[in-house]
């Protein structure tokens, strides 16, 4: 079945440095790919998407590029900020299916 | 910008009670879900409701649990006689069609 692997975390930076997390996936198809964030006591919300081959999502200066030949879709930011602290989360969604198929989330801290 | 909204933010129960938990998805969307999360683990699907009847559910989704939509508004997802191994975040989301899935800020469910 699908599936979705993340980085393990927790990963802690210091403001301004570069940031990637790792995303790779198993699928059958065409799946969409998601990146959602989770701040604290917060629900899930929608950073980016892509939803086919050499896409590139892109939201509040952070980009992920769904790669088919590698099957990932890391996701990166340039120079990172206190307020993204937060747990962020890989998803996928099947050809032809409903349902989000999570990785299993990485803690962000960022440090002033 | 719309929102998904759910209640309680938490609920205690017994276990052997029944709990419902309340959903009101975005007035607009058609394709309804809930989710939920283990302390420390992934985000798992439960079930997918579309048209007024389940369109995928996943093998926790068992006879223990049914989903609703009562009226234009609400979605419920109900737990017959809950278990100490229910406990954990249920998120509820919607979508519209093919677009990304919304998510509520959850309903941590503790079961005592």
């Known amino acids: 079945g699908n599936s979705v692997t993340q980085m393990e975390g927790p990963v802690t930076l210091s403001e301004e440095a570069f940031l990637t997390i790792n995303c790779t996936y198993t699928?059958?198809?065409?799946?969409?790919l998601f990146w959602y964030v989770q701040y604290p006591g917060e629900g899930l919300q929608l950073l980016l998407k892509?939803?086919?081959?050499?896409d590139k999502g892109s939201n509040k200066g952070f980009e992920a590029t769904y790669r088919k030949e590698t099957t990932s879709f890391h996701l990166e930011k340039g120079s990172v900020q206190v307020s993204d602290s937060a747990v962020y989360f890989c998803?996928?969604?099947?050809?032809?299916?409903?349902?989000?198929?999570f990785g299993q989330g990485t803690r962000l801290t960022i440090n002033p | 910008e719309p929102e998904v909204t759910q209640t309680p933010s938490h609920q205690v129960t017994q276990m052997g009670q029944e709990v419902i938990l309340r959903c009101v998805p975005i007035?607009?969307?058609?394709?309804f879900y809930w989710y939920r999360q283990i302390l420390g683990q992934k985000v798992e699907f439960l079930v997918s409701?579309?048209?007024?009847?389940?369109?995928?559910k996943s093998e926790i989704f068992d006879d223990q649990f049914s989903v609703e939509r009562p009226d234009g508004s609400n979605f419920t997802l109900k737990i017959r006689s809950t278990k100490l191994e229910d406990s954990a975040m249920y998120f509820c989301?919607?979508?519209?069609?093919?677009?990304?899935?919304?998510f509520g800020d959850g309903t941590r469910l503790s079961i005592l």
């Open positions: 892509a939803t086919k081959a050499d």
């Open positions: 409701f579309y048209n007024n009847e389940i369109s995928e």
């Open positions: 998803a996928l969604r099947g050809w032809g299916a409903q349902k989000l198929v």
């Open positions: 989301a919607s979508s519209d069609s093919n677009q990304p899935q919304h």
């Open positions: 007035s607009n969307h058609l394709y």
């Open positions: 699928a059958t198809g065409y799946p969409s």
